[in-house]
């Protein structure tokens, strides 16, 4: 383990499932104690839990807060629980993994189209709230000196695909918030940067419409002509959480396996 993780905690936003889990699952087998922010549904809240054991068999010190991570008064009662808990100092990591858009198209004649509230709920989840908690820890002094923020975006900040024109807008938001948190929060020792992963089959993937096809064609495109997988990103976070990667700040992460030089 390293002597860099020992007492510190990874706080993963949106973590009882894909990539959030993936991530929480990897920073806890190389020693570091997880709090998991998540809203799970009932029929899932089982298989969560048994993760939950699997990383409490590695050592750490696993906890978990179902509530809404987007309500301004849970997630300050959330911060001063963790705070009594862990006490101020104790975060090496935070990383956003919310995966809460809207999915309707931008035009249609025959169903519903995006509103401008429908954007801004998408753009609060997605974008926003991942400013809101980095804010929220560094005010109470939450940090570790040398801290890292990490957010998960996708090639949508950049390219379009049919109904996912509030989630793409909500990506481009998340990579410019992440720049201006990399360059404001420099005076604390944080830093912030993106990963943008491949296309990657999980729960939030499959709700996207002609997600099958977005998977086909992104094993084509792919030089190892396969997804990428959760675990591929848990493994990237993990090398950002390094004394060694102090250095890497602002920047936009592709974790594709070479996905987005075709």
Not at 32 to 37: G, L
Not at 72 to 95: E, F, L, N, P
Not at 217 to 227: F, G, I, S, T, W
Request: proline residues 3%; contains cysteine; hydrophobic residues 40%.
């Amino acid at each position: 383990m390293s002597q860099s993780y020992k007492n510190k905690y990874a706080v993963i936003l949106g973590g009882s499932s894909g990539l959030g889990l993936a991530t929480a699952k990897k920073l806890a087998h190389e020693g570091m104690n997880i709090i998991i922010i998540h809203r799970s549904r009932r029929s899932v809240i089982a298989a969560f839990e048994d993760a939950m054991r699997e990383m409490e068999v590695s050592g750490a010190t696993i906890l978990s807060y179902n509530t809404d991570a987007l309500n301004a008064g849970k997630r300050q009662a959330t911060i001063s629980g963790i705070k009594d808990t862990v006490g101020a100092g104790a975060i090496k990591v935070v990383v956003h993994s919310i995966a809460r858009g809207n999915l309707k198209p931008l035009y249609s004649e025959d169903s519903a189209t995006l509103s401008n509230e429908d954007f801004k709920g998408t753009l609060d989840a997605m974008a926003v709230s991942y400013y809101d908690w980095v804010s929220a820890f560094a005010k109470a002094e939450l940090f570790t000196p040398s801290a890292r923020a990490i957010a998960f975006t996708s090639e949508g900040s950049s390219k379009a695909w049919p109904q996912y024109g509030a989630v793409a807008a909500a990506k481009a938001a998340l990579e410019a918030i992440s720049r201006g948190i990399a360059l404001e929060f420099a005076p604390l020792g944080l830093t912030s940067n993106c990963i943008q992963a491949g296309v990657t089959d999980t729960e939030s993937l499959r709700l996207i419409p002609g997600s099958e096809h977005m998977k086909e064609m992104a094993q084509q495109r792919n030089p190892y002509k396969r997804l990428t997988l959760p675990k591929d990103v848990g493994n990237a976070v993990y090398l950002l959480t390094r004394d060694e990667a102090a250095w890497i700040n602002g920047a936009v992460i592709p974790v594709d396996g070479g996905e987005h030089i075709r």
